[in-house]
C-alpha cells in the first residue's frame, strides 16, 4: 500500500475555491494517476517536524481521519491503512496510502485538500518523492465563490487576507522546490487545459498518450471545498 522510495506522489492545494478539484479530475484523466478524495490529514494531527511519525502517532492520526465529519474514506480501508504502518512513516507516506482506496493499478497517487498549502514546506522538505500542483485565482472570484457556499462565513476582508497568505505560500514553495511544483491559474486552465496538462506532464513524468476524454474515472469522489 506504501509506495516504494523513487515513486512520485503528488499533492492537489491551493486557496478554497480556487479550482483544485477541477485541477484535480484533470489530473486524474491520465491513465496512470489515481486522486483519492480529500484527507484533511494535516489539520487533523500535530505534525512532527521531522515529517516522520512513530508508529503510534501514525495510528492515531489515520483513525482521526477515519472519524472526521468530512471524510469519505471508508472504514475498511481506514483500518488496511492502520495494518500497513510501519515503524517510521512519513507524512507524505500517510496522505497516499489514504488517498488510495479504489486505486486500479495506477503508478502513481495524489491527494487533493486545499488547505495542505499551510503545511505543503513540510512534507516536500521530508517526502523528495512529492510534488505539488498549487491553484490560484483571480481573489475577486474567489471571495464571491466563498461568499456564496454554504460552509463558509467568512467576511471578504479575511478572504483576502487568506487569499495574500496562500499566494506567498505558493511562490515560496516553488522558490524552494523549482522543479516539484507546478503553479497554475485557474484561468488559464479554463482557457488553455493542454499546456496544464503538458505541465502535469513534466512534473509527474507522465507519457503524453495517457490522457482520456470525459469524466474522470480515476478520481472516485471529492468534497469540492
Same mark, same amino acid.
Given at each position: 500500500?506504501?509506495?516504494?522510495?523513487?515513486?512520485?506522489?503528488?499533492?492537489?492545494? /491551493?486557496?478554497?475555491?480556487?479550482?483544485?478539484?477541477?485541477? !484535480?479530475? #484533470? =489530473?486524474? @484523466?491520465? %491513465?496512470?494517476?489515481?486522486?483519492?478524495?480529500?484527507?484533511?490529514?494535516?489539520?487533523?494531527?500535530?505534525?512532527?517536524?521531522?515529517?516522520?511519525?512513530?508508529?503510534?502517532?501514525?495510528?492515531?492520526?489515520?483513525?482521526?481521519?477515519?472519524?472526521?465529519?468530512?471524510?469519505?474514506?471508508?472504514?475498511?480501508?481506514?483500518?488496511?491503512?492502520?495494518?500497513?504502518?510501519?515503524?517510521?512513516?512519513?507524512?507524505?507516506?500517510?496522505?497516499?496510502?489514504?488517498?488510495?482506496?479504489?486505486?486500479?493499478?495506477?503508478?502513481?497517487? /495524489?491527494?487533493?485538500?486545499?488547505?495542505?498549502?499551510?503545511? !505543503?514546506? #513540510? =512534507?516536500? @522538505?521530508? %517526502?523528495?518523492?512529492?510534488?505539488?500542483?498549487?491553484?490560484?485565482?483571480?481573489?475577486?472570484?474567489?471571495?464571491?465563490?466563498?461568499?456564496?457556499?454554504?460552509?463558509?462565513?467568512?467576511?471578504?476582508?479575511?478572504?483576502?487576507?487568506?487569499?495574500?497568505?496562500?499566494?506567498?505560500?505558493?511562490?515560496?514553495?516553488?522558490?524552494?522546490?523549482?522543479?516539484?511544483?507546478?503553479?497554475?491559474?485557474?484561468?488559464?486552465?479554463?482557457?488553455?487545459?493542454?499546456?496544464?496538462?503538458?505541465?502535469?506532464?513534466?512534473?509527474?513524468?507522465?507519457?503524453?498518450?495517457?490522457?482520456?476524454?470525459?469524466? !474522470?474515472?480515476?478520481?472516485? @469522489?471529492?468534497?469540492?471545498?
Amino acid at each position: 500500500m506504501l509506495d516504494p522510495s523513487g515513486t512520485p506522489r503528488f499533492m492537489v492545494c /491551493g486557496m478554497p475555491r480556487s479550482g483544485t478539484t477541477l485541477a !484535480a479530475e #484533470l =489530473v486524474a @484523466r491520465h %491513465d496512470d494517476v489515481h486522486i483519492g478524495p480529500e484527507t484533511h490529514l494535516l489539520r487533523l494531527v500535530s505534525l512532527p517536524s521531522d515529517g516522520s511519525f512513530e508508529l503510534a502517532a501514525a495510528t492515531e492520526a489515520v483513525r482521526r481521519v477515519g472519524d472526521a465529519a468530512s471524510t469519505t474514506i471508508g472504514d475498511s480501508w481506514i483500518q488496511s491503512v492502520i495494518d500497513d504502518l510501519t515503524a517510521s512513516t512519513t507524512i507524505g507516506d500517510l496522505l497516499v496510502a489514504l488517498a488510495g482506496e479504489d486505486r486500479a493499478g495506477q503508478a502513481i497517487v /495524489g491527494e487533493k485538500t486545499p488547505a495542505h498549502l499551510e503545511h !505543503a514546506d #513540510l =512534507v516536500m @522538505r521530508t %517526502d523528495r518523492d512529492m510534488r505539488a500542483v498549487v491553484m490560484i485565482r483571480d481573489v475577486r472570484d474567489v471571495a464571491r465563490s466563498l461568499r456564496s457556499v454554504p460552509w463558509s462565513d467568512a467576511g471578504v476582508l479575511a478572504i483576502g487576507v487568506r487569499w495574500a497568505r496562500y499566494a506567498a505560500l505558493a511562490v515560496r514553495l516553488q522558490q524552494s522546490f523549482p522543479d516539484r511544483v507546478l503553479i497554475a491559474r485557474f484561468e488559464d486552465l479554463v482557457t488553455d487545459p493542454g499546456a496544464f496538462r503538458a505541465g502535469v506532464e513534466s512534473l509527474l513524468g507522465l507519457r503524453t498518450d495517457g490522457w482520456t476524454t470525459g469524466s !474522470a474515472p480515476n478520481s472516485p @469522489r471529492y468534497c469540492t471545498r
